[in-house]
């Protein structure tokens, strides 16, 4: 039999659910947070593997807008709190991760926020109008939504012939000394994959870096989350022919023989010419994916994006499965490889986001507006004061936008809307 029940339960307690919980929490909401780990931010300890955050920490501006700021701030989580800014917790414009871990840590206790944790999730059902959500140890709770804000806490492993005989990111060791006079291929094109080169290039033999894609820089395609400048001094030592390179093509199977590796590779360039080459190591560093291992066939989400991700409506609920929600990193679904959803700088608003559209469908609160007079002049004042100043619209572009809802004795301005919410078959009608 149940033996707790909640309206929310957010599962995960790391940037997107400790943000999700704030604002529940300010709203007197009956909610909890529930974490497999002993303390917020466990993702935090662990990756990225060579302990560097790639999100810049601009402690400087010239400005002391605070919502100006947070354009340039993208490591900080919404609230009221000037003390609760990740800028007072390091000097470095790429911090270390363990500076976030405490962030994140100051951030659940400084803001009182109901998280239980040590609690590991080990399968979600549903029935009726309630999910069942049981623990680890046998543990069950009842709530009538789920937010799942874990993140993507799983390897992507591409399907290769062998490949479950490499190392993954995950897990492989990140002491340069193991691969001392070693041939390495590093598969994927991301950060992780160039992190992870960079850290072999003063003691491995050769080191390939290989996909089936070109290399995405992200200072020539504006997208984040294509390979950072901070982590791309490999390229030196490919371009200046220093025994390293980074291969077009695919992987068609990996083999083990006598101690070393054998990889059959497709060469892109070369109207898929395939050539045997031999490595001492193979690491799989091709990203992260959704863990769907709690849900049962009842609240199994649809998966898009080879499996990584859940399909989401644009409030970020399960397109399939009513009242499971994804935050985070999760709602990159949304705008997958185009803005900002996958990095905090980014689902810090979609969350925001996320709650006013729970706070419409539960609550009963609308969407919060400010009335404004039908006058041209005011209503462009008003636009043009927002693109100046706003950090979500900076931030969130193309996924979040300003709706200017015209009625018979003025108009009502809402912020931060998902641009596609108005246009959805779920956007309350009283709301616009």
């Known amino acids: 039999m149940p033996q707790d029940a909640v309206d929310y339960l957010v599962i995960g307690a790391g940037p997107a659910g400790l943000q999700l919980a704030a604002l529940l929490y300010r709203a007197g909401r009956d909610y909890r947070v529930v974490e497999a780990g002993e303390a917020a931010g466990t993702f935090f300890t662990r990756f990225p593997r060579h302990r560097t955050l790639i999100s810049s920490n601009k402690r400087y501006t010239g400005s002391d807008d605070p919502e100006y700021n947070l354009r340039m701030d993208w490591n900080s989580l919404l609230s009221d709190d000037p003390e609760l800014l990740f800028t007072r917790y390091s000097e470095r414009y790429f911090p270390p991760a363990d500076q976030m871990v405490r962030y994140l840590n100051d951030y659940a206790a400084r803001l009182g926020l109901n998280i239980r944790y040590g609690t590991r999730i080990a399968g979600i059902t549903r029935g009726g109008d309630a999910f069942t959500v049981t623990d680890s140890e046998g543990n069950v709770t009842t709530a009538r939504r789920v937010v799942i804000a874990t993140g993507v806490s799983k390897p992507y492993v591409p399907t290769i012939p062998g490949v479950e005989l490499a190392e993954l990111y995950t897990d492989v060791t990140v002491d340069p000394q193991d691969f001392v006079n070693q041939r390495v291929l590093i598969l994927g094109k991301g950060n992780s994959a160039f992190e992870t080169a960079d850290n072999l290039v003063e003691t491995a033999a050769v080191i390939h870096v290989a996909g089936p894609h070109s290399l995405k820089l992200a200072w020539k395609t504006h997208f984040v989350g294509h390979l950072r400048a901070v982590n791309n001094n490999f390229l030196d030592t490919y371009q200046l022919k220093s025994q390293n390179a980074i291969l077009d093509g695919t992987v068609r199977s990996i083999e083990r023989v006598d101690g070393r590796y054998r990889v059959r590779f497709a060469f892109a360039r070369v109207d898929e010419f395939v050539k045997e080459l031999w490595y001492d190591r193979v690491i799989v560093a091709t990203g992260f994916r959704l863990d ?102 900076w931030q969130q572009f193309g996924v979040l936008g300003d709706v200017l809802a015209v009625e018979p004795d003025g108009v009502r301005y809402l912020e931060e809307v998902p641009v596609e919410h108005p246009r959805s078959s779920a956007a309350p009608t009283t709301s616009w």
């Open 292 to 393: 769907t291992a709690i849900f049962d066939d009842s609240t199994r989400p649809r998966l898009v994006h080879n499996d990584r991700f859940a399909e989401l409506s644009p409030v970020y609920e399960s397109v399939n499965v009513p009242d499971l929600w994804f935050a985070g990193t999760l709602s990159q679904q949304r705008d997958f490889k185009k803005s900002t959803s996958g990095f905090i700088h980014g689902f810090r608003y979609a969350v925001r986001a996320l709650f006013h559209a729970l706070q419409e469908r539960y609550e009963g609160v609308p969407w919060p507006a400010r009335a404004l007079p039908a006058e041209p002049e005011a209503l462009t004042d008003a636009v043009v004061a927002r693109v100046n100043r706003s950090s979500g619209l």
